[in-house]
């Protein structure tokens, strides 16, 4: 007998939902949803009325306890194919064969803020899978960042409870600019890799499925002849790696809190289906101990120089949860959901998460039975001897509940290895119990100064106003001082731009990390810039707009995979040019930042309107500012040029070469859309101009 049916035939129970009627739990119909059972219309509420106080009771249960970190987050159904067998390098099945396609559940999540916090907070993000293999569920819990802040579990409550709202006010919601998180971050020196990372414009993502994900701790590849090497796992996403800029990120926590979530669901409902290749760095047993960094240190990346890295499968997520509560809330995750070939490093970060992760579902659900929810169910047969416990809903029949047994011919039994059963790799532990860090852990400035000389200058930019914008809001002066000492003993260059701005002298007679080392491929300057696929782009219109470069551009935009909005000032239509433009959005409803880029398309009397709006200027001043690609065509472009001569160093006017080498995209010409869409599309896939940025010069 199989479990399901000794719980009686679930087969025959209608689906939640199901019938016309409102019932109650119970499935009695209700007659009365408006008004609860009173004695008298102006009387008191009966004890009696079952109906109001079991509905009443199931709202006061709904909520479970939110996670105490990535508490936010948005999730997606998907499917993994590995590219070539992998077996040279570990026996995990789902790594084996290119036909075979696993389904996997993905969470994506800020780190710090509450579940209804706003997506663009500055932050790592969090990036889970769970690959449902038919050797049992793997879960690969990564962040969009490779490094972490602290070596040792021990530690994390430390952290956590810092850049948290501090304990008496709550305040700050989802940000950790404030006193108690840069207290802790200056004590701990092992913090300072990871503050270059989440200062960078990694920490404000444009969108989930633009960011890389990272495991961040060791673990081990096993194959079947025993033999291990350390691995460290990535996703690298397909659209490119693309982030927003600071002041865009802040106005979308106001103007669409949503973003990100939104992007995501969109973006898999209209069919584009977000995209990640799996990679892979390798390190043989042999070399374990021949870097100048400790491969079981998280706050350490390995050098793509030194280990390279080898992409190995790809992951589609394409589509949307049918209930966020029930797949993306309770869907728990455990980096020791594992599956034979894939074991684990003494990485001591990932240690103490072995033990959190059980221990937090647990806390979450009341119960170990989380994994009989139905998001959490391994699809491959699950047979032991657990039993009973809150909520336990798939239970067996019979007598035997032990192992070994003879009653029932021996099993369920042990898995012999040629039959998946898990084996840990026997590796040789001894040593005294102390509690101690490794002397290779020691080093906590080199690879943040790497990460700092391997950025772009206008990355490097935007890392130093995040430090000026989180330090200035710290009140404790020390706290400021003490940062700042560890930002030149990063690079003297970075600490002299930023004390000046944080009230605090620079500091001398430090000194700074030597490293001659640079990693490239921590630079989002240099992740690959090729596809503007998945966009988006506001056409900003007025009535007496010329309708055929709009219809034009929409054309050209969509054959490239961008999606484009027409916005004006009110709904409906605008008629310009003999023809009706439908508007997608009203100007005060969105605002550039929701947009990639804007195209401004002529028609002299439209133009002449929008000149008139501020709003409408103010669109296209911030979207100049934002470093955002702009195309405008005939009439139009009189409209984008006083941004363009606002934003221009010694206000000159540069000729339209240089604005288009700067993402400004125009032509006099009203027969010309085509060939500005090819140069636009170009400048979309670009992202951000940041050869123009003169942020202090433009108002927006
Ligand atoms: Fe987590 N982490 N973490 N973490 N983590 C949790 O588990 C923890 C760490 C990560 O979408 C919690 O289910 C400890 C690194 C993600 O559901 C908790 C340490 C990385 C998610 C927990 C770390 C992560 C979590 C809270 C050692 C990058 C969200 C809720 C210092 C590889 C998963 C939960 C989801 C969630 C503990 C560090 C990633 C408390 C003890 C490093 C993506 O168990």
């Known amino acids: ?53 079991e509905k009443i009771t199931h709202f006061d249960h709904e909520r479970i306890p939110e ?17 070539e067998s992998m077996a040279e390098y570990t026996m995990a099945k789902v790594l084996q064969d290119p036909s075979v396609t696993t389904p996997v ?78 207290d802790s971050i200056s004590l701990t020196p092992e913090s300072m890799h990871m503050i270059m990372w989440v200062m960078s414009d990694r ?70 289906y977000p995209e990640f290749e799996l990679a892979v760095q390798l390190i043989d047993e042999a070399d374990e101990l021949s870097f100048d960094f400790d491969p079981l240190d998280a706050t350490k990346i390995w050098p793509e120089e030194l280990v390279p890295v080898k992409r190995v499968g790809k992951m589609t997520l394409n589509r949307n949860p049918e209930n966020f509560f029930a797949e993306t809330e309770q869907v728990a995750f455990h980096p020791g959901h594992v599956v034979p070939g894939i074991d684990f490093s003494n990485d001591p970060l990932l240690q103490g998460r072995l033990f959190s992760y059980l221990d937090t579902q647990i806390n979450r659900f009341g119960s170990p039975n ?50 998946s059963g898990y084996v840990s790799y026997p590796e040789q532990v001894s040593g005294p119990k102390v509690r101690q860090r490794s002397p290779t852990f020691a080093d906590h400035y080199t690879q943040a100064a790497m990460f700092w000389r391997s950025q772009s200058p206008p990355e490097q930019d935007h890392i130093v106003e995040a430090l000026q914008f989180e330090l200035s809001k710290v009140e404790t002066r020390e706290i400021r001082e003490r940062m700042v000492m560890h930002l030149a003993r990063i690079d003297d260059g970075l600490a002299a731009r930023v004390a000046p701005a944080v009230g605090v002298s620079v500091p001398s007679g430090v000194e700074a990390a030597v490293t001659t080392r640079l990693a490239p491929e921590t630079s989002m300057a240099n992740t690959v810039k090729d596809t503007a696929k998945g966009r988006r782009v506001a056409i900003l219109v007025a009535a007496g707009v010329d309708g055929a470069q709009v219809t034009a551009m929409k054309t050209a935009l969509s054959e490239a995979g961008v999606h484009a909005e027409v916005v004006a000032k009110h709904l409906g239509t605008v008629v310009g040019g003999g023809q009706e433009v439908a508007v997608d959005k009203t100007i005060a409803a969105t605002g550039s930042v929701m947009y990639d880029a804007v195209y401004i398309p002529g028609g002299q009397q439209g133009i002449e309107a929008l000149k008139m709006d501020g ?49 400004v995209f125009i032509s006099r010409q009203s027969s010309d859309v085509s060939a500005l869409a090819r140069q636009f599309i170009q400048g979309i896939a670009q992202h951000r101009f940041f050869n123009r940025e003169q942020k202090d010069m433009i108002p927006a």
Request: hydrophobic share 40%; net charge neutral.
């Open 67 to 83: 996670r105490v970190v990535h508490a936010r987050g948005s999730g997606a159904h998907g499917s993994f194919q590995v590219y």
């Open 203 to 272: 920490g404000i993502p444009r969108s989930l499925s633009m960011m890389e994900g990272f495991g961040v701790n060791t673990f081990r590849f096993v194959n079947e002849q025993g033999v291990f090497r350390l691995v460290k796992f990535h996703w690298k996403p397909v659209l490119g790696v693309h982030s927003l800029v600071w002041d865009e990120a802040v106005k979308l926590a106001g103007r669409d809190p949503d973003f990100h979530r939104r992007d995501l669901w969109d973006a898999i409902e209209k069919g584009d």
């Open 615 to 663: 709003n409408a200027v103010h669109f296209v001043t911030e979207a100049f500012k934002h470093c955002k690609p702009l195309a405008a065509i005939g009439e139009a472009v009189d409209l984008v040029m006083p941004a363009v001569t606002a934003g221009a160093r010694n206000g000159a006017t540069p000729d339209s070469g240089q604005l288009g080498a700067q993402g």
């Open 105 to 182: 559940f993905v969470r994506f999540s800020t780190v710090s803020g509450a579940r209804g916090s706003a997506d663009t907070a500055r932050d790592a993000r969090g990036f889970a899978v769970k690959f449902y293999t038919e050797e049992g569920v793997w879960d690969l819990v990564s962040n969009n960042i490779p490094v972490f802040f602290i070596q040792d579990t021990v530690k994390f409550p430390d952290l956590v409870h810092a850049f948290k709202p501090e304990p008496h006010h709550e305040i700050p919601g989802a940000s950790t600019a404030h006193d108690t998180f840069w």
């Open 1 to 53: 007998m199989d479990e399901q049916s000794m719980n009686g035939d679930l087969a025959k129970v209608p689906r939640v939902g199901e019938g016309d009627y409102l019932t109650t739990n119970q499935g009695g119909r209700i007659g009365d949803n408006q008004n609860s059972l009173r004695a008298g219309a102006r009387g008191p509420t009966l004890l009696e009325d079952f109906q109001l106080r």
């Open 370 to 419: 989380f994994a009989q929810i139905p998001i959490n169910q391994p699809h491959a047969a699950v047979n032991n001897n657990n039993q009973d416990g809150h909520m336990r809903y798939r239970n067996k029949s019979g007598r035997v509940n032990y192992e070994p047994n003879m009653l029932n011919d021996g099993r369920p039994m042990e898995a012999p290895r040629e039959a």
